[in-house]
């Protein structure tokens, strides 16, 4: 059975601005029909990357929160750190892009809690048996929420192909150990040209799996579980991934992720065709986006919410100025897969496949317009 998606164009008027219609969305997609009442609700959302201004506009944060509070709801922002080295890699630092960017209790009338914790490690791990996650290790103010609403910036992603619910949701919530199970084909490795020797990765490892060698890390394998916590921990770029895993792997640790984030909770999925642009928000820069600003989608079913967002970019033209436009010059490639054609190495399809094999939803859907 197809499931329901409602979209809005950008088109206003003086009695009608975006933000009100945003939340006729979300009204009309059913999201009131959710039981609120005194309950936690995470706004998973992405604070972006200090220097890029292609995520989502704090305006629509806010509305979202003075919805959710209106139905009787406790809603906080929130997201996990980052694995990589950057703005968002700490809490502390977390929290301060956040502020920046328009995520605090001014702008978007609502607290920002980092999921993961201080360093990235406070994560509760939810079993789901996965085929390669079994326990995904989920930001712990996530998990502990009673319901979840995803907020999405729907763009490429130059390993998942394009970033949309899922991506929001599985990546987006995983600790900085979740982080590393899933980018990572294996263990982590000692960059001992950046070690100095701390010993802070060797007295919280909880598998007694590092030690000093010549005051420098050194990881064994033969007890090392891969848990990411000397990554998340090292301050200096010394415990790092060591090889990445293929495109189509992520992708189905992502869905196994999302499965886990949404276990047992009401969750509903917002997402923003605008500002589409090539790469993800966790970069410092963005990129010129390489179609038309299409419109906002809603659904309970981020599977198809996510095949739908990417049909509507398919389908639309390339804007000029753009890297598609550079590339191929007097076309508008419309119906032609613009994510695989910036990111060949990617394939996203295989992630919504896999997340429809794993009852996350399904790519059948009716689109409504409202």
Known sequence: MASKVYF??????????????????????GIANID???????????????????????????????????????????????LYSGGRSNAVDHLKAAMENGFNPISADCNVIIADGLKGTDYREIEIDGKYCKAPKIGAAIADADIVISMNHFKGHEQA??????KNLGMGSASVGGKLELHSASQPKINTDNCIGCNICVKHCAHDAIHLNNRKAEIDYTKCVGCGQCVALCQHEAAVVADWDT????????????????????????????????????????????????????????????????????????????????????????????????????????????????????????????
């Open 8 to 29: 809005t164009n950008l088109r206003t008027n003086p009695s009608s601005n975006l933000l009100d219609k945003m939340e006729r969305l979300a009204r009309k997609a």
């Open 36 to 82: 609120f009442k005194n309950q936690f609700v995470a706004i998973k959302i992405h604070f972006g990357e200090p220097g890029n201004l292609a995520y989502i506009r704090p305006n629509y944060a806010a509305r979202m929160v003075r919805l959710i509070r209106s139905l009787g709801g406790k809603p906080f922002l929130t997201d996990s750190n980052t």
């Open 161 to 166: 192909g394009f970033g949309g619910a899922l």
């Open 247 to 370: 495109s189509e792997h992520l992708n189905y640790k992502i869905d196994e992720y999302s499965k886990a984030v949404l276990k047992g909770k009401p969750n509903f999925h917002i997402s923003f065709i605008m500002n589409v642009s090539p790469e993800c928000d966790c970069w410092n820069h963005n990129d010129a986006a390489i179609v038309p600003d299409l419109g906002i989608a809603a659904s309970f079913d981020p599977v198809a919410l996510d095949q739908a967002c990417a049909d509507m970019v398919i389908n639309a033209p390339i804007l000029g100025g753009s890297k598609l436009a550079e590339s191929h010059p007097h076309e508008h490639l419309e119906g032609e897969d613009k994510f695989h054609m910036i990111h060949p190495d990617t394939n996203w399809k295989a992630g919504l496949d896999y997340a429809e094999e794993i009852g996350l939803g399904t790519k059948a859907y009716e689109l409504i317009n409202v």
